[in-house]
């Protein structure tokens, strides 16, 4: 029989459990996340850098409110991120969500700290208006600052806080060196590259002279599409490099086309050579594929000259990566004039592989040519597969069992050019030659964080506007069904053992 006294130990022993689980929770934090993409979990690369923390950060986030759900939802994510870094920095990281519409004031606060206003569109009453919104974050150590002024939905929200909070907490950034001498581009003609890669790097001109090769304060070397024939004394400069254990990433053109005159010539610049010594041969030859991007064609149409996109099988879209750190979340890099690789293995010390390669539609042209851009392709001109665009080198490439060599067959790929020639490039191509050079020159496993984000999975095109609401409504619909119905399946199965409960005869002896 319960006794007003057993109630009340029971209810001081149920709030002992809960009091003691909240201690548990707050000093163990931990959470359980089915997400295919990991999107809730930290890597091991962001407990790295809050564990070496020594000075709190201060993360103020700016958010406006009453934004529409999938917007809503930024802001729930940015907070739920937040908490897991506050627990594992043991609460050096700091964090605040500010409401800028609240006031002017705070309002005009978020701008001089560097976050702008959006303009979102929303639906009210059938009705599409835009809305002012803010979504940015302004990250801080002691007196100095980093803005991440646009938080995208699906963005990899934990690069770019881990990145930012490295970047505050470490004074003195690896070097890069970028080979110039050649005819290669300078720093100003990979402004995406580089403003990629200054996050975490300084990446500096350097020159080869007849004394001196690689300076040793450099870890990483970078050449890209040089045009100049390379004498032989910097090739000895390269196998002193990786001798000492350097990394080398190489982006060699040995085809060059030419939209303007509809000409392609091969390149040579001594490199190709050198290249085929540790097993890996870049053809002088136009890699030509099914996937591939459009040019565009002026034609005819009536009385006017219309622009009209044409497939233009030069400008590979390359789809299919291996599974390496380096193209980890890229789905699609365009390669203009890239030549096809092939391996081979010259050493068992040494390890060879792709990756990148085409599709399964591709094909090989030879210089000299001229492009027809409005030529028919047929199946013919696509007979080969697979080919590789991309590879690494590992192993005891040139006396030392560290080196590792990434090579891309076209120099041009993540190339902005200079002056009016300049062009912004897609997000993978420059994340591609990015994560390239992160996986080169750091050992913290951020190259891993760039590319994670929200993976979005719309309903394919194709599909008819019938066959999708059917897909939303059984979507919405199915789980409710199947709760209805294991609701009605318990209820029968508890009604049956009821019944035979009842219907049980008992019998019982009389004592005699």
């Known amino acids: 029989m319960l006794t007003r006294k057993k109630i009340q130990i029971s209810i001081l022993f149920v709030a002992g459990i809960i009091l003691l689980l909240n201690i548990l929770a707050n000093k163990f934090f931990f ?15 962001t407990k790295d850098i809050l564990s070496d923390l020594n000075d709190p950060v201060t993360i103020s986030a700016y958010f406006s409110e009453d934004l529409p759900p999938d917007i809503e939802k930024v802001r729930q994510d940015f907070r739920d991120i937040l908490v897991e870094y506050s627990s594992y920095s043991d609460g050096l990281i700091v964090y605040e969500f500010i409401n800028p519409s609240e006031s002017q004031e705070t309002e005009m606060k978020a701008q001089q700290n560097g976050i702008q206003p959006i303009m979102i569109n929303v639906r009210e009453r059938d009705q599409m208006k835009q809305q002012r919104a803010y979504l940015g974050a302004l990250v801080q150590m002691g007196e100095r600052k980093e803005i991440i002024p646009f938080i995208q939905p699906g963005a990899a929200m934990e690069y770019a806080l881990s990145t930012n909070i ?7 950034k690896p070097q890069i060196a970028l080979l110039q001498g050649h005819g290669e581009p300078g720093i100003n003609a990979i402004q995406q590259l580089n403003n990629q890669l200054s996050i975490l790097y300084t ?11 690689v300076p040793f304060q450099y870890k990483t070397l970078v050449v890209i599409a040089p045009k100049d024939t390379i004498p032989d004394l910097h090739f000895k400069y390269f196998n002193e490099f990786l001798n000492r254990g350097g990394r080398l990433l190489i982006a060699l053109n040995t085809v060059d086309g030419d939209l303007s005159t509809g000409a392609g010539s091969k390149v040579y610049t001594g490199l190709e050579d050198w290249l085929k010594e540790k097993g890996i041969e870049i053809e002088p030859a136009f890699l ?9 064609v002026q034609q005819q149409q009536g009385f006017f000259m219309m622009n009209t996109p044409v497939r233009f099988p030069y400008l590979p879209n390359i789809t299919e990566f291996s599974e390496h750190p380096i193209t980890e979340g890229l789905e699609t890099v365009t390669f203009p004039f890239v030549s096809p690789i092939r391996l081979s293995q010259k050493d068992t010390s040494v390890v060879v592989y792709p990756l990148a390669v085409s599709s399964d539609k591709s094909g090989v042209q030879n210089p000299p040519l001229y492009f027809d851009v409005m030529k028919q392709w047929t199946a013919a001109d696509f007979s080969l597969s697979s080919l590789p665009v991309a590879v690494i080198v590992e192993g005891n490439i040139a006396g030392n069992s560290n080196s590792k060599i990434v090579v891309f067959s076209d120099g041009d790929f993540a190339v902005n050019g200079e002056g009016q020639q300049a062009q912004q ?3 993978d191509n420059i994340s591609l030659m990015a994560n390239a050079i992160d996986w080169l020159s750091d050992d913290t496993g951020l190259i891993e ?6 993976t979005s999975r719309p309903l394919d095109a194709s599909l008819e506007d019938g066959t999708k609401s059917l897909l939303k409504y059984l979507n919405f619909l199915l789980p409710i069904i199947l709760i209805i119905i294991y609701g009605v399946f318990r209820f029968q199965l508890k009604r049956k053992i009821r019944t035979e409960l009842i219907s049980t005869e008992y019998v019982t002896e009389d004592k005699q």
């Open 288 to 296: 030509i594929d099914a996937s591939c991007s459009n040019v565009m």
């Open 425 to 427: 490039l897609q997000k």
């Open 449 to 454: 964080l760039r590319t994670k984000g929200v």
């Open 31 to 45: 959470r359980l996340d089915y997400t295919e993409d990991q999107r809730y979990s930290l890597s091991n690369a």
């Open 166 to 172: 490295k970047k505050l907490s470490v004074t003195d």
């Open 203 to 213: 990446l500096n001109p350097v020159e080869f002279s007849d004394t001196l090769g």
